[in-house]
């Protein structure tokens, strides 16, 4: 079946402008993940949700941050007032939600570059 | 805070030999698990080692895990060119609703 895919595969934009990133999880997952990667460094948690709802939202670094899932599959990743130092590879994971800890299904990523 | 730490940081070998990656971890786990990135994008799923596992086979890889010593390591045999990627371990948090990852072994196996 279809995995993860995340679009654009690619973000440009500039000091002060708002990005919307999306990620289209595996059909039937229900917990939902947001991860960004700087170059060089393991992946850092954002934000997990499980159905609509985020479940953990503790490693969005600012208020800047924020994601939706409205109806418990596609999420929206958006910020806002975008910073140089928001540059990196945005990823997304999906699970079926059913035990914690559970193997996560990643997608291909959005590289944002902020100029 | 991050849950693995890969040692060697970068690794380079000639294909044929054997590439050895070890990740250590800070807290207790009921999992630990291997993923492979290549040029920087998605993650893909290697294996999952359980707490009350010790070893652990696919195809060429080999996993252990130590949890008296908060240790795991990847053992890819019979290297490959194509095996050249990022490794990394990762472990879930308390909650088991997310992960946690090192900074990765960047592995270069030479045709």
């Known amino acids: 079946g279809a995995g993860v895919s995340q679009t654009p595969s690619n973000k440009v934009t500039e000091k002060g402008k708002y990005v919307e990133l999306r990620c289209d999880p595996i059909?039937?997952?229900?917990?939902l993940y947001w991860y960004r990667q700087s170059l060089g460094q393991g992946p850092e948690f954002l934000i997990y949700?499980?159905?609509?709802?985020?479940?953990?939202d503790s490693g969005l670094p600012n208020d800047r941050f924020f994601a939706v899932r409205p109806e418990g599959s596609v999420s929206t990743l958006k910020i806002q007032r975008t910073e140089r130092g928001d540059s990196a590879v945005y990823l997304c994971a999906s699970s079926p939600g059913l035990a914690g800890g559970e193997t996560q299904y990643f997608g291909p990523g959005t590289r944002l570059l902020v100029l | 805070s991050q849950q693995g730490e890969e040692d060697p940081q970068a690794l380079s070998i000639q294909e044929g030999e054997n590439a050895t990656m070890n990740c250590s971890y800070k807290?207790?786990?009921?999992?630990l698990q291997w993923y492979r990135q290549n040029s920087g994008r998605g993650l893909v799923h290697l294996i999952l080692i359980r707490s009350n596992e010790r070893e652990k086979h696919s195809g060429r890889l080999r996993v252990t895990l130590d949890t008296s010593k908060k240790s795991s390591s990847l053992l890819i045999t019979a290297s490959r060119a194509a095996d050249t990627a990022s490794y990394f371990c990762?472990?879930?948090?308390?909650?088991?609703?997310?992960?946690?990852f090192g900074g990765g072994t960047r592995l270069m196996v030479k045709p």
């Open positions: 807290t207790s786990i009921n999992n």
């Open positions: 990762a472990g879930p948090n308390n909650a088991g609703n997310m992960l946690t």
């Open positions: 949700f499980q159905g609509t709802g985020a479940a953990d």
């Open positions: 059909s039937g997952h229900t917990a």
